[in-house]
């Protein structure tokens, strides 16, 4: 490995180790859990919907509700202020927190389907492993943390 791309990796790893960023993303995760939960309880309990179709729309009411707030807690030092970029940001988050939206859809409808498992126990067992995909692709992609 060369120098440059030995420093980027190390470089990309410091900024994603950072505990008090992973305890901030972390806290933000919970707060959108929960909003992904009660959401798609209501959805799937309440209005009737089809479990994976509710987990669609449960999801992006979460992703807005975390985005917000890493954006004025976890990341609010990264980035232009300008609305221009946070609607790049925004745009940029979805994107990226699609890939984690497929691992926890995946592991959701597996649980599921295969397994009988509660939808909403099937829920939380794939928000955790989307996770570390978010937490990942957010730092070095959305906010770009390893460019201190």
Same mark, same amino acid.
């Given at each position: 490995?060369?120098?440059? *791309?030995?420093?980027?990796?190390?470089?990309?790893?410091?900024?994603?180790?950072?505990?008090?960023? !992973?305890?901030? !993303?972390?806290?933000?995760?919970?707060?959108?859990?929960?909003?992904?939960?009660?959401? *798609?309880?209501? *959805?799937?309990?309440?209005?009737?919907?089809?479990?994976?179709?509710?987990?669609?729309?449960?999801?992006?009411?979460?992703?807005?509700?975390?985005?917000?707030?890493?954006?004025?807690?976890? +990341?609010?030092?990264?980035?232009?202020?300008?609305?221009?970029?946070?609607?790049?940001? +925004? *745009?940029?988050?979805?994107? /990226?927190? +699609?890939?984690? !939206?497929?691992?926890?859809?995946?592991?959701?409808? /597996?649980?599921?389907?295969? +397994?009988?498992?509660?939808?909403?126990?099937?829920?939380?067992?794939?928000?955790?492993?989307?996770?570390?995909?978010?937490?990942?692709?957010?730092?070095?992609?959305?906010?770009?943390?390893?460019?201190?």
């Amino acid at each position: 490995m060369s120098d440059s *791309l030995g420093e980027a990796v190390r470089t990309r790893l410091r900024a994603l180790l950072s505990t008090a960023r !992973f305890s901030q !993303f972390a806290g933000v995760g919970i707060v959108g859990a929960t909003v992904d939960i009660i959401g *798609l309880a209501l *959805l799937v309990d309440v209005f009737e919907l089809w479990y994976l179709g509710a987990k669609t729309i449960s999801w992006e009411l979460s992703i807005v509700v975390i985005f917000a707030i890493n954006e004025h807690w976890t +990341f609010a030092t990264y980035g232009d202020m300008t609305p221009r970029a946070l609607v790049r940001r +925004f *745009l940029r988050s979805n994107a /990226v927190r +699609f890939a984690g !939206f497929l691992v926890t859809l995946t592991v959701y409808g /597996v649980l599921v389907d295969r +397994f009988g498992v509660w939808y909403l126990a099937a829920n939380v067992v794939g928000i955790v492993v989307g996770f570390f995909v978010n937490y990942t692709c957010e730092s070095l992609y959305t906010w770009k943390v390893h460019h201190d």
